[in-house]
């Protein structure tokens, strides 16, 4: 939490770069502090959509985090040493993820809780879930973080899906 004054600062800098902060407002979600959520709230319609998507996130993670008591959670453990922007969703069916995952009219934070449950599972059908995932969604935010997760999973079953996406001309540099 000693982080958080500077953490703070980066995200209300408007002049630093939008993948900053990013950044910034990801890892006050991931410190979990509550006295993060007035700066959070603050910036969730910031005019930068991957900014206030992530505050949105960050956001949901704590009050998530509140209502959590962690000493008995039924969540499974991630098998990446990594602090995710949203705990994976408890047990479904890939096929259940899948539809969570693909969901626009789902909150971003469900569809990520379903994405670290597919990363999770790392079958076949998780990561071609997660590959239909990163195609479609209309989030940059959120296809960032499926890619990401096909580096943590590092699945050969993922390559067509990023070379897809990386050859796809409408997406950012």
């Not at 006295?35 to 959509?49: A, G, Q, R, T």
């Not at 960050?58 to 959670?73: E, G, H, N, P, Y």
């Not at 597919?118 to 079958?123: E, I, K, P, T, W």
């Not at 935010?141 to 050969?156: I, M, P, S, T, W």
Request: glycine share 4%.
């Amino acid at each position: 939490e000693t982080a958080n004054p500077v953490l703070v600062k980066v995200l209300e800098d408007v002049q630093q770069e939008p993948m900053v902060r990013h950044e910034a407002a990801e890892a006050l979600g991931a410190i979990g502090s509550y006295e993060s959520i007035e700066v959070l709230e603050k910036y969730l319609n910031d005019p930068v959509v991957e900014v206030a998507e992530t505050c949105a996130l960050a956001l949901a993670r704590i009050k998530w985090l509140k209502t959590q008591d962690t000493s008995q959670s039924n969540l499974p453990e991630s098998p990446f040493a990594s602090v995710d922007p949203a705990p994976a969703a408890e047990s479904k069916t890939v096929e259940e993820l899948k539809r969570v995952l693909i969901n626009e009219d789902e909150s971003l934070f469900n569809r990520y809780r379903a994405m670290f449950s597919l990363r999770n599972d790392g079958s076949k059908e998780a990561v071609e879930a997660l590959g239909v995932g990163l195609i479609s969604a209309k989030s940059a935010l959120f296809r960032h973080e499926v890619a990401f997760v096909f580096g943590q999973l590092q699945n050969e079953h993922s390559v067509r899906y990023l070379q897809e996406s990386l050859e796809n001309p409408n997406e950012n540099e």
